[in-house]
Structure formats: structure tokens, C-alpha cells
């Protein structure tokens, strides 16, 4: 988290909060002048009640007066437009911090469907209650740090002008705010932290839990993690009762703090009042003002306490869009439509569990049918995603007609790679949809695919035909239906390489028969076609074999002819 009251990287990322600054600057420098406008009447017309008894009329302080209210008027008005300005300002800075966020999280060019993985349970946690807590820094902390830059100085002037010895105190002794606020502000940063990592454990655990709350309650062991649980919540709650304390009693500590520093200025002005060395007015101009001096830098202190969750969230959703950013893609375009060789060198990724795969060498040519197989583990399905560009490599190297992959444009590659997860990747909406969902596909290749994996016989069995509708990861079919829908859309694409992932899971002898004649039609027709599978049919169907071995052996990825 950036060490500055105002994170530069948020000025840079938002210009919605650029404009919050902006307008919090200006109602700033309009409360500074009403403060010091508002003191000089009040000095004045103490000062003529109590030295002219002919001033004491309502007559004789009517300009005064105006003037007086006018000021009280102008600055509750400044207090209220500011409030409303700066809540609608914090909603915008939020919601685009928050867009911008998920942008980076859901782009694979900025971020690797691994690292989402791993990161989504804490980044849907900062990017919801986290980044919500924001709103508090920009309309409280933010405006009140713009009062102490500017009320504070303009104060301090006035008080120079007509009394310097009070504004000499005030100088001695304002310091000891600030310094108390750091000492204070360590501690709490810590305390924050601790709380948002502890709620982000606790968001996590009960992400997990939902997720496997099917397979939990099928083995009957559904109230298993209830403990765990339990635990992760009083951890939240201990955290936060600390960051409380420390919040109460740091404000207790400035206000004190500040309550002596004003008593001092009070003392000094007092004695030579009474022994005459100054005026009335001018005496009561500076003990009017003192308070207005450390009022600002208090409020800061006590804010900052509201505050620091928003800002140790705003941080690590920067964080995220920084880290994220897009890679540089540029260079020579690919080999043109029919021909993509894919050259595997050495190529390896390693995870927190080592590497997976690792030191992986193999040529996938056109017009042949590549199967990749290992033990589970091994890294297969990341071997495909290092294929399609979504994976960096950590080692080695992987490249398409010569062309490193991660220097090929996106658009050099859309279009061109067909590819089917495990399970398949499915959205809520019509069968149609879903077949759609990666471009625009021929009615004459979706009708030949369909019937070449036999998902024409499926169409016919759903109520709707093509018009059924499906819930989110294909709710509604079956799972050899899902898998038949995933592969017509991937053969039927005009594709010059194919990523297929467990193409025949959840399919019989007779139907893996269909998408194994499939999938050497589609080889022959000129295209690559990568399958990672363990099914000895599709093994033995194959033009090569990539053998993905352990990290530990001493050859992890073996080329073997069929």
C-alpha cells in the first residue's frame, strides 16, 4: 500500500477521483475563507460589546452581523453541496476501480486463467465488501486532509498577523499531531491488514464450501467444515474488535492531545489580556482561530481510522490492474490459413506444487492427430492453454510457424484456434447461443458436425430443438450432451488448430468411435488437432503421442510415433 495519504496510482487509474479532488480543493478554500471571515466578526463585534457601550445595539452590529451569518450560511452550503458531490464522486470512483478490475481479471492477455484462479476468492472479496469500504476515504478522509491543507495554513496566517506569539506556539506544538497520527497509523495499517486478510481467509473457505457442497452432502459429510468455518470467523471478529480499540483510543489520544495544544494558546492570551500587552480584539480573533488551527489535522487523525480498510482495498485492486496489465503483442503474423506447426521447446510452467509440465519438446504438425497423455497432474490441460497463448511460459518455448506465441496479436490467433475445456465452457442462454458463442459458424459445417458426433440425435430429443434453453455450465443436458454440443461447436469451426480437452469424457464406445472419425477427418482436412486423453481408443487413434512424464523424471516430455 502506497505510504502516501492519497494513493498517486488512484489519480492515475480513476479520473472520476481527479475530479473529486478537484472540487474537494475548491470547497476547501472557500471553508477556509468562511473560517477566517466568521472569527474576524465574532472578534469584532466581542470586542465592541465590551469596550464601547454604544456598539451594544442590534443597530449598531447589523453589518456585522450580515456579515456573520452570510459567512455560517456560505459554509453550511459549501459542507452540504461537497457531501452530496463527493458520495456521487466516491460511487463513480468505485464502480470503475471495480470495472477496471475485473477488465484485468477477466482478460486473458492481462491475466492467466491459472492466476484467476487462484486469485478469484480473494479478488471477489476485495472487489465487492472491500472496495465498498472506499466510500468513507473519499468523502470523509479526502475532504477533511483539503481543510488541513488549506484552512490550517490560512488560519495560521491571520493569527501571525494580528497575534505572533500565539502562532508561534501553534507552530511548536502543531507538529505533535502528525507525529502522533504516524505512530498511530502503523499500527492501525497493521491491524487493517490483518482484518481484510483474515475476512478475505474467511470469504474464501465459504466460496470453497459452496462449491463442494454437492460432493460434501453426497458423502455425507456436509457439516465437515462447519468447524473450520467457525474458526475463521472469530479470527474476523478478534481483528476487528482490535481495529476498533486502537481506532477509539488513537481518537481519544488526539483529541487530548489537541485540547492541551488550544489551552496553551488560551493561557498565554489570557495573562497578557490581563496585564494589558494586547488588545481585545486581537485577543479574541486568535482565541477564536487557535481551535480552527488542530480542528483540521484531529479530523484527519479520526478519519483515517474510518478510512484505512478502503484504503488497504483501493490499494490491492490497484495492485491487480498494475500487475495485470496487458503484455506487448506484436511481431509477424502466423503461416496463413491451413498451416500452423506448433513447436514445443522445452517448455515447462511452474506452480506452487513445482512444475507442471516441464522441459515438454514436440513438433504437433498439420494434417496429423496429436494425443497428450500422462498421469493426472502432469500439467495436460496446461500444455493446451501454453498452445493457445493464455499460459506464459516459465521456461522454454512455444511457437506457431516459427512465431513465438506470446508475440503473436490476439487478433492473429482469433479465428484460427478452436478449443473445448474440461468440462465444457457453457453460458446461460439457447443451445443456439452456446454453438455461437465463439464466432459465427456455417449452417452446413454446424449440420455436418453435429451429425459427425451425433449431436443431431441429441437436438432432436430437447424439447425446443436448438431453442432450449440451458442454464450456466450447461444445466439442462446431460453430461454427454454438454460434451456433444462442445465438440460440434469446435469442429464446426473453421479452425486451423484444435485444443481439445478430454474430447470423449462422459461419451460410450459407439459415440467415441464417431468423434475419434471426426476428429482424423478434420486432421486430414489439414488442420492440427491436439487432444489431451486418456482413453486407449483415442491413444491408438493418434498420429503421435505426447507423453507428459512427472517433473521428477529425467525426461518429462517424450514424442512417441504411433
Not at 486463467?113 to 472491500?130: F, M, Q, S, V
Amino acid at each position: 500500500m502506497s505510504a502516501a495519504p492519497i494513493d498517486p496510482r488512484l489519480l492515475r487509474t480513476s479520473p472520476a477521483a481527479v475530479r473529486t479532488i478537484v472540487v474537494t480543493a475548491v470547497c476547501g478554500i472557500i471553508s477556509a475563507a468562511t473560517v477566517v471571515v466568521t472569527a474576524v466578526m465574532v472578534a469584532s463585534i466581542l470586542s465592541d460589546l465590551v469596550s464601547d457601550p454604544a456598539a451594544r445595539t442590534v443597530a449598531a452590529q447589523r453589518t456585522h452581523l450580515l456579515v456573520l451569518v452570510a459567512a455560517i450560511a456560505v459554509r453550511a452550503a459549501t459542507a452540504v453541496v461537497h457531501d452530496r458531490l463527493a458520495t456521487r464522486a466516491a460511487g463513480r470512483v468505485i464502480a470503475d476501480l471495480r470495472r477496471r478490475a475485473l477488465d484485468s481479471l477477466t482478460d486473458p492477455a492481462r491475466t492467466a486463467p491459472r492466476d484467476l484462479h487462484r486469485r478469484r476468492a480473494d479478488a471477489l472479496i476485495t472487489l465487492t465488501r472491500g472496495l465498498d469500504a472506499l466510500e468513507p476515504y473519499l468523502t470523509s478522509f479526502v475532504p477533511t486532509l483539503a481543510l488541513t491543507v488549506t484552512v490550517t495554513p490560512a488560519v495560521l496566517v491571520v493569527i501571525a498577523l494580528v497575534d505572533p506569539l500565539s502562532a508561534l506556539i501553534i507552530v511548536v506544538t502543531l507538529p505533535l499531531i502528525p507525529v502522533f497520527m504516524v505512530l498511530i497509523g502503523k499500527l492501525t495499517r497493521d491491524r487493517t491488514r490483518a482484518r481484510l486478510d483474515a475476512m478475505n481467509r474467511q470469504g474464501a473457505a465459504t466460496l470453497d464450501l459452496m462449491a463442494g457442497a454437492p460432493t460434501l452432502r453426497a458423502l455425507h459429510r456436509a457439516q465437515a467444515p462447519a468447524e473450520r468455518i467457525t474458526e475463521l470467523g472469530e479470527r474476523s471478529r478478534r481483528t476487528t474488535m482490535s481495529a476498533l480499540r486502537l481506532a477509539f483510543l488513537s481518537g481519544a489520544v488526539l483529541e487530548l492531545l489537541a485540547t492541551l495544544c488550544v489551552a496553551l494558546v488560551a493561557v498565554g492570551i489570557g495573562l497578557r489580556l490581563l496585564y494589558g500587552e494586547m488588545s481585545l480584539y486581537d485577543g479574541v480573533l486568535a482565541l477564536v482561530l487557535a481551535p480552527e488551527v488542530y480542528l483540521p489535522l484531529r479530523a484527519v487523525g479520526a478519519r483515517f481510522h474510518e478510512s484505512d480498510a478502503g484504503r488497504t482495498a483501493a490499494a490491492d485492486v490497484l495492485d491487480l490492474v498494475d500487475t495485470s496489465r496487458p503484455t506487448s503483442r506484436h511481431g509477424v503474423q502466423p503461416s496463413p490459413v491451413g498451416e500452423m506447426t506448433v513447436v514445443l521447446d522445452g517448455v515447462g510452467v511452474r506452480d506452487r506444487d513445482g512444475w507442471a509440465p516441464r522441459a515438454v519438446t514436440g513438433v504437433l504438425r498439420p494434417g496429423t492427430l496429436t494425443v497428450v497423455t500422462g498421469v493426472n497432474g502432469v500439467g495436460k490441460t496446461t500444455l493446451l492453454h501454453l498452445i493457445a497463448g493464455l499460459v506464459r511460459p516459465d521456461a522454454g518455448r512455444v511457437s506457431i510457424d516459427g512465431v513465438t506465441v506470446t508475440d503473436i496479436p490476439r487478433s492473429g490467433l482469433v479465428g484460427r484456434i478452436a478449443m473445448t475445456a474440461q468440462p465444457p465452457l457453457l453460458v446461460p442462454g439457447t443451445v443456439d447461443a452456446n454453438l455461437a458463442a465463439t464466432g459465427p459458424l456455417s449452417s452446413a459445417a454446424l449440420d455436418e458436425a453435429a451429425s459427425a458426433v451425433g449431436f443431431d440425435a441429441v437436438l432432436a430429443e430437447l424439447p425446443d430443438g436448438p431453442a432450449t434453453w440451458i442454464g450456466a455450465g450447461g444445466v439442462g443436458l446431460s453430461s454427454g450432451q454438454r460434451q456433444r454440443l462442445a465438440l460440434t461447436r469446435a469442429i464446426a469451426a473453421d479452425a486451423d488448430l484444435l485444443l481439445l480437452d478430454e474430447p470423449t469424457a462422459h461419451l460410450d464406445s459407439d459415440a467415441e468411435a464417431d468423434v475419434i472419425a471426426a476428429l482424423r477427418a478434420r486432421a486430414r482436412a489439414g488442420a492440427t488437432v491436439v487432444a489431451v486423453s486418456h482413453r486407449p481408443a483415442v491413444v491408438a487413434a493418434a498420429d503421435q503421442v505426447l507423453d507428459v512424464r512427472p517433473s521428477r523424471s529425467a525426461v518429462e516430455g517424450v514424442t512417441v510415433d504411433a
